[in-house]
């Protein structure tokens, strides 16, 4: 089903489908952002990933400013400011320098036509004002036909003799501003004016230098302000002046983004923690507080005329890519996402004789653990979404709120990235049965009739346990620093064991370490035959000690095994 925006685009449409069909739709390339947040929350990060996906050119405002007051400054000439090319740069004025290298106020704003001039926008000195009306104009006065004729043989006269003054005009402004041009490249390389005809000349055009104030958007041929977009603008505006002058300036947004972190307990816990390394004086509240401040007064002034969504909060706690599919939701109408529940059939829509539902190409599988993990996971019935009429079903809530928040990732059977019906990934088999079944001896018989790899869990756990609690304790001794060890309680003892080293924080969460581990020694890509013997751990070494628990550990690891066969031995 396709909407338009009125009944002429939609007779367009019926007239020549194929016209708009042909290709996929994507996001403009003047597409124009403003976005802003507190300092951690990630803004550079995703305008650069936004940039890359669609490329729209970051223009980080303070960091512009910064660089091009540098440049000037380290100079031991001035260049004067100007759009006359080869001669002149957009800068500022000597007069503007001074003020800054003597430390006058400077309202940030001024540097606007850098923003202009950083995305490629041609420039052009501001016109005069219009000259103040004078009284009325005098009437015409009615010529004869004679005198019209010799009134306007008199006018060609005068045009032709315009013409001819102007363009040697032209081809002398042009002369002068050739050896200007030359006498400025003989001045950067140390040569001899005199000797090269090119020494100061009182004919030499002069180059105005303009205060940045008098550079403004140049007006189109046909008269009108050209569009500027394609950009991804950070750190500015701050205050509601600041929108005006951008305003005034051709400069505006289709969306405002607000990175936030939207946890209502412990809001900037996270970008706290991550920002304390580096800056010990941070403060996420204060932080928050200046980047609502900045985005209040841009919607403020420049959202008067613009659909509700102009301005959107988005969650910035998660990964980068999670983010940015959640940016991405918002803004881009095109990025691929689920059917809505309320416009299409689920399951328990379905009575007892109405067909099922055409399921995904993943089956009762879920997609989510099959493409990260590579394990083939059962889904649950009642965690669904449909997408393209199919159904896939999910493991977990987890990974359908991450299926929910990017499906492409998950659908490139059906983009033709991968060939149809999907390949399964290398079987993994468990064999389960009392001391004394032939657990080895079936293992080595299966893996050696077809080729797979037996596999030893609970030894392999162990080994990896250990060694990543070594690489833990190694990391809290460099972290803590040198100290003698405690002498012992008898001489010739060894030193007791240092429980800051050797004991993991109280926060540490052992049940997620086991997940992980679970995941670091399973191999998706190998084909394995897996003794899942699991009893006669040391004690407090692992949580999951009965059987049940076991096999939550498994599912919830998402590496749970497609078959479990269990060895009897009769008496």
């Not at 550079?215 to 046909?222: P, S, T």
């Not at 018989?445 to 797979?452: E, G, I, N, P, Q």
């Amino acid at each position: 089903m396709f909407v338009f925006a009125n009944e002429e685009n939609m007779k367009a449409f019926i007239t020549e489908p194929k016209k708009y069909i042909a290709s996929e739709p994507k996001m403009p390339t003047t597409f124009r952002i403003m976005m802003a947040g507190p300092k951690g929350i990630g803004c550079h990060t995703q305008a650069q990933t936004l940039s890359d996906l669609y490329g729209w050119k970051v223009v980080d405002y303070q960091m512009l400013v910064r660089n091009r007051i540098n440049k000037i400054l380290k100079r031991d000439h001035h260049v004067p400011n100007n759009i006359v090319p080869g001669l002149s740069e957009i800068g500022l004025s000597e007069a503007e320098v001074d003020e800054i290298k003597t430390g006058k106020p400077f309202p940030s704003w001024k540097f606007i036509p850098w923003i202009l001039d950083e995305l490629q926008m041609p420039l052009m000195e501001r016109p005069p004002p219009p000259p103040p009306e004078e009284g009325e104009e005098p009437e015409p006065v009615e010529l004869t036909e004679e005198e019209a004729a010799a009134a306007a043989k008199e006018k060609k006269k005068k045009d032709a003799e315009e013409a001819k003054k102007a363009k040697e005009a032209e081809e002398a402004a042009k002369a002068k501003e050739e050896r200007a041009k030359k006498r400025a490249e003989a001045i950067a390389a140390g040569q001899d004016l005199a000797a090269l005809g090119l020494e100061e000349s009182e004919e030499e055009e002069k180059i105005d230098d303009l205060s940045i104030d008098n550079l403004i958007l140049k007006v189109g041929e046909d008269g009108k302000i050209p569009l500027v977009g394609g950009f991804i603008l950070l750190g500015f505006p701050q205050s509601e002046v600041h929108a005006q002058k951008l305003k005034e300036a051709g400069i505006d947004f289709d969306r405002i983004l607000s990175l936030a972190d939207t946890n209502e307990e412990d809001a900037g816990k996270e970008v706290t923690a991550r920002m304390i390394v580096n800056d010990r004086h941070y403060n996420f509240e204060a932080e928050n507080e200046k980047a609502q401040k900045a985005i209040n007064a841009a919607k403020e002034t420049l959202g008067e005329s613009k659909e509700e969504n102009f301005l959107a909060t988005i969650n910035a706690v998660g990964s980068t890519e999670d983010v940015c599919n959640l940016i991405r939701l918002e803004i881009d109408p095109f990025f691929l996402r689920v059917d809505n529940p309320d416009d299409v059939r689920v399951s328990a829509d379905l009575g007892e004789e109405d067909k099922k539902l055409p399921k995904g190409d993943y089956g009762d599988y879920c997609p989510v653990s099959f493409v990260n993990g590579g394990f083939m996971q059962k889904g649950n019935p009642e965690l669904e979404c449909t997408i393209f009429g199919k159904t896939f079903i999910f493991a977990g809530e987890k990974e359908q709120e991450e299926f929910k928040s990017n499906p492409k990732k998950f659908l490139n059977a059906q983009q033709g990235n991968c060939e149809l019906p999907l390949a399964p990934p290398a079987p993994k088999f468990m064999v389960l049965g009392m001391k004394g079944a032939g657990i080895t001896t079936q293992i080595d018989m299966v893996c050696d009739r077809y080729k797979l790899n037996a596999f030893n869990l609970k030894d392999e756990f162990m080994k990896k346990l250990k060694s990543e609690k070594e690489i833990r304790k190694r990391r809290r001794l460099l972290d803590r620093g040198f100290r003698p060890p405690p002498p012992p309680d008898e001489e010739g003892e060894a030193p007791p064991p240092d429980p800051e080293i050797e004991d993991d924080p109280e926060d540490f969460d052992k049940e997620a370490h086991e997940k992980d581990i679970l995941r670091m020694i399973l191999d998706a890509n190998k084909g394995l035959v897996i003794d899942g013997t699991w009893n006669g751990f040391p004690e407090e070494t692992v949580l999951a000690l009965d059987g049940a628990a076991f096999a939550t550990l498994l599912t919830e690891a998402r590496v749970a095994p497609e078959l479990v066969i269990i060895l009897k031995c009769k008496e």
